[in-house]
């Protein structure tokens, strides 16, 4: 999947520097990632949070929550910014098919777009969601970067760990840390420094294009045992920060980084107890 994801995004990438379409690009990559295989339109066991409008084109959240059908349970959930240069935003792999799953991401984003995310199952079942996102038409994806370069690379992979008691919660509330000394921990926050760079942006000095080098993959284990891999692209928003719902009763957490670059990290956090 991964690979395909890759040449989705030249094939967009390139038609995005051609003529302008006339219709949705949501047919394109469907059949690219999915082929002939059936998509369940509309589905209520996908529900994609996003704002009716970007606030800020270069750090919009999105997220979504899925639970499987009876008798399924979910495998991957991908995240499609359908005209973005990259429009596979994320891809969520599960270490092991759950009855639920849900997350939230900071993106940027290119333009007004629609949106939709798909969950797939351990019996083969492509469920999606879709909305449509209004933006300010920054075009956030050739935007130059908000940190200096030499700033950035000094802190690029560092990375802040939360237990949280809900996905939407304040990370640094009263509330937080003490659901998480109590142990009722039900999400884990990722907050990354990484510049993001698009490959797209033009230094507004030398006027040449920054390289591209963004965050590759991001790997989650907890107590000892990995959960969940999220592959991303450039879509994802400068310092993007992640975060996923996790089951009861976890007490420690690792995460692993990987960029573009080869540049690895890790970072761990633990409940106070343990």
Request: aromatic residues 4%.
């Amino acid at each position: 999947m991964k690979r395909a994801m890759l040449a989705l995004a030249a094939v967009i990438m390139i038609s995005a520097n051609g003529p302008a379409r006339a219709q949705s690009a949501w047919p394109d990559i469907q059949d690219a990632l999915f082929g002939d295989a059936p998509v369940i339109a509309h589905s209520t066991q996908v529900r994609l949070d996003a704002p009716y409008r970007a606030t800020d084109d270069a750090r919009t959240a999105l997220g979504g929550h899925v639970t499987a059908p009876p008798g399924q349970k979910i495998t991957t959930v991908m995240l499609m910014i359908d005209e973005n240069p990259a429009p596979v935003a994320a891809e969520f792999q599960l270490a092991e098919p759950r009855s639920e799953f849900a997350f939230s991401l900071t993106t940027r984003i290119n333009g007004q777009t629609p949106l939709h995310l798909v969950a797939l199952t351990d019996a083969g079942e492509r469920h999606m969601a879709e909305a449509y996102l209004k933006t300010s038409g920054q075009g956030a994806c050739a935007a130059p970067p908000g940190t200096n370069p030499e700033d950035a690379l000094a802190t690029l992979g560092d990375m802040e760990l939360a237990f949280l008691p809900a996905l939407d919660a304040p990370s640094k509330s009263v509330n937080t840390r003490l659901a998480a000394l109590a142990g009722k921990v039900t999400a884990l926050d990722v907050d990354i420094s990484h510049p993001s760079h698009s490959g797209l942006a033009m230094d507004q000095i030398t006027l040449l294009y920054v390289p591209m080098r963004v965050v590759d993959e991001v790997a989650i284990s907890l107590d000892n045992a990995p959960y969940v891999t999220m592959t991303g692209s450039i879509s994802l928003s400068e310092n993007p920060r992640l975060r996923v719902s996790i089951p009861d009763g976890v007490s420690t957490a690792e995460v692993m980084l990987r960029d573009t670059d080869g540049t690895i990290s890790h970072a761990r956090t633990s409940l106070a107890a343990y």
